[in-house]
């Protein structure tokens, strides 16, 4: 079997020794001889029989602390320790082939002979304060499979959970030592840093490399109030807002608010109308700042151009419902808009409330680079947002609670919208904007 470099991984296999010495009962026997050979040697030295007591009575707390502390020890550091249960992992699942092989012959001649592993999995890990990494390495072997079906085994095992990044060559099971937090609006709304959207206190993406979202939700999973997050977090980032409604419903009363009036549509005429907007938008852009070989490489970012988001509620409901020429009219521009965008800082936010792939096909779902899944989602759901994907997902209670696939940053992970509570959305809205006049 090959093997390769290691980086800073520690290699556990059913070769590696069952316990290192310093966690051996055998160890604590032999700190426990010295001590009572020094506590011997002592008292032998003393003739004062007050003495004899005092040493009698420190040897004998040296005893039981050093008992103690080796029992504390072995079971925080070892037993608990990822070696020790990879190494249980192997050996409960019998990770490794063994053969009886004739080591030699005993006294009457007859053959001596000893179970031997010859051959054996080899397991790979890393931790540090925030995580904790298990790499399997796929060697094309008999265990090649183990590699992206040990998810449920693992979680088990360490009692947390896990994300996966699957590799060609190799698949990391990331745990996560530190739980996340949901992030709570009363307490006041992150400051976007550049066109960085906080998510949780430790999910977050920067829009100029990560372009488009889409959200897909049962009815009351939490989508308007994710989004009117979203929508909070680009308008600090001095974004240009649309928002197409229609079904007229909680986003279009966005209209009331200063600089929203006409950027608020719920018709089908004023959709189209306001897609193609945007997709002017971007095409002016394209003309004025990406027609030069200089441009190569830049975006939006790098002319202070503020992002341009066009939010699209029930997109789906929209399409199927429209007349024929304008839902194709439609589609047309928002095909454009998520193929060509994200340079030009123009994206769109896209809310389904069933999954439809008739409207959105696998390769234009993966251009939306932040997908959501919220509330407890059907299969079809589970595949339309993420494709196949080797996350097990739970079913969900929380409002707001849902799993995120965010572009580069591995499979979905389970999520919890910013809790938006005792906040009031319309007015943080106005004071964003007000603040940026
Ligand atoms: N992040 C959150 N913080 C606090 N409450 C939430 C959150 N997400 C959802 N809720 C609660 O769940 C309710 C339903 O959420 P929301 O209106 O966003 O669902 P929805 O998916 O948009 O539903 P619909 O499709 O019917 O519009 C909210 O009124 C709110 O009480």
């Known amino acids: 079997m090959q093997r390769r470099q290691k980086d800073d991984f520690i290699e556990v296999s059913a070769f590696s020794p069952s316990i290192p010495l310093r966690y051996r009962w055998s160890f604590l026997l032999a700190v426990l001889s010295v001590e009572l050979i020094i506590f011997l040697f002592i008292i032998g030295q003393l003739v004062n029989g007050f003495l004899h007591i005092f040493v009698f009575v420190s040897y004998c707390y040296l005893f039981t602390s050093t008992i103690y502390k080796f029992v504390m020890y072995r079971k925080t550091n070892w037993e608990n320790s990822p070696y020790s249960l990879i190494k249980r992992f192997i050996n409960d699942n019998r990770l490794f082939l063994e053969e009886i092989q004739v080591l030699g012959t005993d006294s009457n001649g007859k053959a001596v002979k000893k179970k031997v592993i010859t051959e054996s999995v080899f397991i790979l890990y890393k931790e540090t304060p925030k995580e904790l990494i298990i790499r399997f390495w796929k060697n094309g072997d008999k265990w090649n499979e183990l590699a992206n079906a040990s998810t449920n085994k693992l979680s088990a095992i360490f009692g947390l959970n896990c994300t996966i990044n699957d590799d060609i060559q190799y698949c990391d099971y990331i745990f996560e030592k530190v739980l996340d937090n949901r992030l709570h609006l009363a307490h006041g709304i992150p400051k976007t840093n550049g066109t960085i959207i906080q998510v949780t206190e430790k999910i977050s993406y920067d829009v100029s490399r990560v372009s488009h979202g889409l959200t897909i939700g049962n009815t009351g999973s939490g989508k308007s109030v ?87 509620d029930e997109f789906a409901a929209f399409i199927k419902s429209a007349d024929k020429k304008l839902s194709t009219e439609c589609m047309s521009y928002l095909y454009s808009l998520i193929l060509k965008g994200r340079a030009m800082g123009c994206f769109v936010e896209i809310i389904l409330q069933r999954p439809d792939s008739s409207i959105l096909d696998g390769a234009l779902r993966d251009q939306l680079g932040c997908r959501t899944l919220l509330g407890t989602a059907s299969k079809e759901a589970t595949m339309m947002c993420f494709g196949s994907s080797s996350v097990e997902h739970k079913s969900i209670s929380v409002k707001g609670g849902g799993y995120i696939k965010i572009d580069g940053q591995g499979e979905e992970k389970y999520f919890e919208t910013p809790f938006m509570k005792d906040f009031d959305f319309i007015a943080e809205l106005e004071s964003i904007i007000y603040k940026r006049q």
Not at 265 to 280: D, K, Y
């Open 226 to 312: 994710w989004i009117e997050y979203k929508i909070l977090a680009y308008a600090q980032m001095g974004a240009i807002i649309y928002v197409a409604d229609p079904k007229s419903a909680d986003l279009s009363l966005l209209k009331y608010v200063h600089g929203f009036e006409d950027r608020v549509v719920s018709e089908p005429n004023h959709i189209a109308r306001v897609l193609r907007e945007v997709t002017e938008i971007m095409e002016t852009r394209y003309r004025q700042y990406f027609s030069e070989v200089s441009a190569f490489g830049k975006t939006f970012v790098d002319f202070n151009l503020p992002p341009v988001v066009l939010v699209f």
